[in-house]
C-alpha cells in the first residue's frame, strides 16, 4: 500500500469495497466532484445503480462530466438535493452502501457546506435505506464556521447508535496537525 492508500477517501472506499460488489445499490450523498461516485459505480457495475446527491449545480455538473468521461456505461442518477432529501428517492431498506463527505466543495465556495442540522437528519435517513449488513461511510471534515459543531455532532450521534443494530468504528490520523479529518463507518447489524 500507499501513503494515497490511506488518506481519507482511499480509506473510506477501501472499507466500502468490502460490502459492495456488482449489482449493488449505493448512494453518493455528497458528490462534490464526484470521486466516491465514480468509485461506487465501477464498484457496483453494469448492473447496479448509484444516486448521486448535492446541493450545488456546480457539483453536479462537475460529477456529470466525469462520470460521462470516465465510465463505458451509465448507471447512475444524479439529483441536485440536499442529502436530507434522500427518502424522497429512495426505499428503506434498499442500498447496500451510502457514503458522506461532510464540508464545503473542494475549490468551490466555502460558504456553503454541510451543516449539522441537516447532516444528522440524512444519516438517520441513511439507517432507514440501509439494508442488513449495509454500510454507512462518513468523511467527517472540521474546519471554518460549522465545520466543529457538525464534528461533535456527528461523533455524539454515532456514539449514541444502538450496539445491537449497527456497529461503529470511527478511526483517525492522530499525528496529522491542523484538525485532520475522520473516517467513520456504521455497518447495519
Request: hydrophobic share 35%; with cysteine; charged share 25%.
Amino acid at each position: 500500500m500507499q501513503k494515497s492508500d490511506y488518506q481519507i477517501t482511499a480509506w473510506c472506499q477501501k472499507m466500502v469495497s468490502f460490502h459492495i460488489k456488482e449489482g449493488s445499490f449505493c448512494i453518493d450523498a455528497t458528490v462534490g466532484k464526484g470521486g466516491d461516485t465514480e468509485f461506487l459505480c465501477r464498484q457496483a457495475g453494469k448492473s447496479g445503480k448509484v444516486l448521486g446527491f448535492d446541493i450545488q449545480r456546480a457539483a453536479v455538473e462537475i460529477t456529470k462530466k466525469r462520470l460521462e468521461e470516465r465510465l463505458a456505461w451509465k448507471n447512475y442518477e444524479l439529483i441536485q438535493a440536499s442529502h436530507d432529501k434522500m427518502k424522497e428517492y429512495v426505499q428503506e431498506e434498499t442500498a447496500d452502501c451510502i457514503m458522506f463527505n461532510l464540508g464545503y466543495l473542494p475549490g468551490g465556495d466555502h460558504s456553503i457546506a454541510t451543516g449539522t442540522e441537516t447532516t444528522l437528519v440524512a444519516l438517520d435517513q441513511s439507517l432507514r435505506l440501509l439494508k442488513k449488513n449495509g454500510i454507512l461511510s462518513i468523511c467527517i471534515y472540521s474546519g471554518g464556521d460549522t465545520g466543529f459543531e457538525e464534528k461533535e455532532a456527528v461523533l455524539t450521534w454515532l456514539g449514541n447508535l444502538n450496539p445491537g443494530q449497527y456497529l461503529v468504528l470511527v478511526t483517525e490520523y492522530r499525528n496529522r496537525p491542523n484538525h485532520p479529518p475522520i473516517p467513520a463507518f456504521v455497518i447495519k447489524l
